[in-house]
């Protein structure tokens, strides 16, 4: 199995200021078609995971453009422009380039 | 908008088997891949398997022995079965759909417990 591993495990983070998750998988993520499956969704407290972006760096619809994705092979990283309050909760990287499919621990972002 | 809900009991006892449906409304259940993750605080989320309308699954190897899924789309509805449950099978579990190997859309989440 891919493993994926999630660093830092708890952000905490001042209002308006940037924060950024980094994720690791044990082999490169890139699918013989040439896509890197790494998606990285957001679950805030009592709800069910959201998808905030798939393929390293696409946004869903409706997702604020204060997220962003970057990174390759095995090295990805999600980014906050500036934290806001509705931003709190587990983040976690996941990759469907190989089954089975798997997720990362998870990062909890509180606010200061 | 495809709209996902888990059914299915809150409690299941040692030894027996858990029974989950997920109903798909918004949409077609002849689109996408229909999948079914959970969530232990042991294990964090953790996917279990995956269905498509012509048949085709997958199976996460951890637990393809204990694991059936299968598809109604008269129904418009798709179904897990683990047998053997332990405590250690405890945990959210949540429907889940998308687009290659994205997870855009997901039910609410249903606990089950394994408790005698």
């Known amino acids: 199995d891919i493993v994926m591993t999630q660093t830092p495990l708890s952000s905490p983070v001042t209002l308006g200021q940037p924060a950024s998750i980094s994720c690791r998988s044990s082999?490169?993520?890139?699918?013989?078609?040439?896509?890197?499956?790494l998606s990285w969704l957001q679950q805030r407290p009592g709800q069910p995971p959201r998808l905030l972006l798939y393929?390293?760096?696409n946004r869903m619809s409706g997702v604020p453009d204060r997220f962003s994705g970057s990174g390759a092979g095995t090295d990805f990283t999600l980014e906050i422009s500036r934290v806001e309050a509705e931003d709190v909760g587990i983040y976690y990287c996941m990759q469907a380039t190989q089954f089975p499919w798997t997720f990362g621990q998870g990062t909890k972002v509180e606010i200061k | 908008q495809v709209q996902l809900q888990e059914s299915g009991p809150g409690l299941v006892k040692p030894s027996e088997t858990l029974s989950l449906t997920c109903t798909v409304s918004?949409?077609?259940?002849?689109?996408?891949?229909w999948s079914w993750i959970r969530q232990s605080p042991g294990k964090g989320l953790e996917w279990i398997a995956y269905i498509h309308s012509s048949g085709s699954t997958n199976y996460n190897p951890s637990l393809k022995s204990r694991v059936t899924i299968s598809i109604d789309t008269s129904k418009n509805h798709f179904s897990l079965r683990l047998t053997s449950v332990t405590a250690a099978d405890t945990a959210v579990y949540y429907c889940a759909t998308g687009y290659s190997g994205t997870f855009g859309f997901w039910g609410q989440g249903i606990l089950v417990t394994v408790s005698s």
């Open positions: 393929k390293i760096s």
């Open positions: 918004g949409g077609s259940i002849n689109t996408f891949y």
């Open positions: 082999q490169s993520l890139v699918y013989s078609d040439g896509n890197t499956y």
